[in-house]
């Protein structure tokens, strides 16, 4: 792993459990211009929730594009489910900040999109499209139209759009960005129950150090640039039976964001140690 660990908490990725996602002295840049990354080293394994922490601009959302096979590196290889990314990752669920739901279809017809799109039969998108809206607490919603939607039902919609074809690893790009503190909470508390309850792998991009710390297995603090690179990787210790109500409270949480803290101020590049950038 490049960076630095944890002090005296051990690497989750042991000998037994093979990566889905992987990246090895990766180097990527676009065009005539510097690289964004280089020397990056990285893993996720199968049923972690994996955060990539840090400044904007530092190549978190370039190793979200690179996982769904939407760029190709300068040097180095990505790998998923061992095998080279060498084209359009379908494996991969992608839900990003911006809302992408069709205003002119049902919330029960934007949910099971993607498996029409895959020509599953109807019978098998209604079932399915039935689970999910129950298991999103959606139900209730599954006429109506995106206009008619709160916010937090938006965001819900869009996570079962996502899931719905149970993508092998679901990349997150600051999906509840736009949200206010309560409504982050509410998408966050459910966010944890669903991926609990389906076993699904997630690789969370944010730069919010109290969301990746209350949502994470593990956090990797990308910065240090240009170009960036990862710097840290701090394991979370809470476990899946996290109680998101109480854990900001917790003397052991408050020193897991003290750490991510420090660690995030090592993380600024040049630039942002000049202007305050945005982490």
Known sequence: MNGTKHPGIDHPVTGQREPIFSVRDLAIGFGDRPDVLADATMDVVKGEFVSLLGPSGCGKTT?????????????????FDGREISGVNTAVGYMTQDDTLLPWRTVASNIGLPL???????????????????????THAANLFPGQLSGGMRRRALLARSMI???????MDEPFAALDAQMRHQMHVELRRTVRSLGQTVLFVTHDLNEAAILSDRVLVVGGGPPGRIIAEVAVPFGDDRDLETLPFDDEFLALERTLHATLATARGPLDQQTGGAA
């Open 63 to 79: 190793i979200l594009n690179l996982a769904a096979g939407l760029l190709t590196p300068r040097r180095g290889e990505v790998s």
């Open 116 to 138: 029409k799109m895959r020509k599953v039969p109807a019978d098998e998108i209604r079932e399915k499209v039935r689970s999910y809206l129950e298991l999103l607490d959606l």
């Open 165 to 171: 074809y149970e993508p092998t690893l679901l990349l």
